[in-house]
């Protein structure tokens, strides 16, 4: 509270009370759903944006089950990368169309069989191969770089590159006719692209983990939220969407530079000591705390209304 008396004090223009600018009005949700599209134009995925500052970006392969072919995995590292810039989102949710959230890998349409089968020299090989694996990484590696917060809404199946993916997610929802499979091992694989890194520091059970990875059996939602994998389990996919679209528009009408902030925060301090950690946020908010969200918050505060932020 001190250094936020001092910030008051610190400017008797009222630098830090300016008015916010109103955002441009698009007229309903479903203008600005069209104009999501207009500028998100992809083969894999569709994305939209059903509330104000919310993007719902569902993989759209409904047919294949949502199974992640090469185009899916180009896309989604270009969908994410747009929106970390895009001031017009603040929160994502993460779905799937169809039946399922997804099947995971679509074998089928996959660069390193290609490259597995050709006949170059095996060192070569190794090389494609791990420049392959270094984008696929990449894909939901973006989703944790991504400042603005992911929300996962997961129904039905959720298997092998389905866990890599809603592992980088910040919040986890499903239905309760969901489950989940950590599969690489039936296909001969060791799940490569954040299943091992990110699915252990989310459920914090060595052993449950272990065994889950090692045997590649099922676990179904009730079991997921037990370990904390997911915090949230909803009655259908319907009711899933609608309780994730409205956490989406709590998160929204907070400001942008504390909530974005906080996400950057918490993936460095989850890689790091506390001593990092505390070091690193406070380098980030001497800054931050100069923020005109700061003073708009303690005023609306004390007049008993709800701030509004401008973009970032």
């Not at 191969?129 to 696929?136: K, N, Q």
């Not at 489950?179 to 052993?207: C, H, M, W, Y």
Request: proline share 3%.
């Amino acid at each position: 509270m001190k250094i936020i008396t001092q910030l008051m004090k610190s400017s008797s223009r009222g630098v830090f009370l300016k008015p916010v600018l109103k955002p441009l009005l698009l007229g309903s949700a479903r203008s600005m759903s069209a104009d999501v599209t207009s500028k998100y134009n992809f083969e894999t995925l569709k994305v939209t944006q059903p509330k104000e500052f919310v993007t719902q970006v569902e993989m759209n392969r409904p047919k294949k089950l949502n199974a992640m072919n090469k185009a899916f995995w180009s896309e989604m590292r270009t969908c994410f990368q747009q929106l970390n810039s895009d001031s017009d989102c603040r929160v994502i949710v993460l779905s799937g169309a169809g039946k399922v959230f997804t099947a995971g890998l679509d074998l089928t349409d996959l660069d390193t069989v290609a490259v597995m089968q050709s006949d170059l020299d095996p060192s070569r090989k190794a090389f494609m191969i791990r420049g392959t694996i270094a984008d696929y990484q990449e894909t939901f590696t973006v989703i944790e770089k991504c400042t603005k917060p992911v929300i996962a809404a997961i129904h039905n199946a959720c298997i092998g590159g389905g866990i890599d993916m809603t592992s980088a997610c910040d919040i986890r929802y499903a239905t309760q006719d969901s489950f989940f499979q950590i599969k690489e091992v039936d296909i001969g694989l060791a799940a490569d692209v954040g299943t091992l890194q990110r699915f252990p520091k989310i459920v914090g059970n060595d052993s449950l983990v272990r065994e889950l990875i090692y045997t590649a059996r099922r676990f179904h939602s009730d079991e997921a939220k037990e370990m904390g994998f997911v915090s949230r389990i909803f009655p259908d996919k319907e009711s899933m969407l609608t309780g994730a679209m409205d956490i989406a528009e709590i998160i929204a009408s907070k400001s942008p530079v504390a909530v974005q902030g906080s996400k950057v925060s918490l993936v460095f301090s989850r890689d790091h000591s506390v001593r990092e950690g505390l070091e690193h946020v406070a380098v980030w908010n001497q800054g931050m705390l100069q923020s005109e969200d700061v003073m708009k918050a303690v005023m609306a505060g004390m007049e008993k209304k709800t701030p509004k932020f401008s973009k970032l």
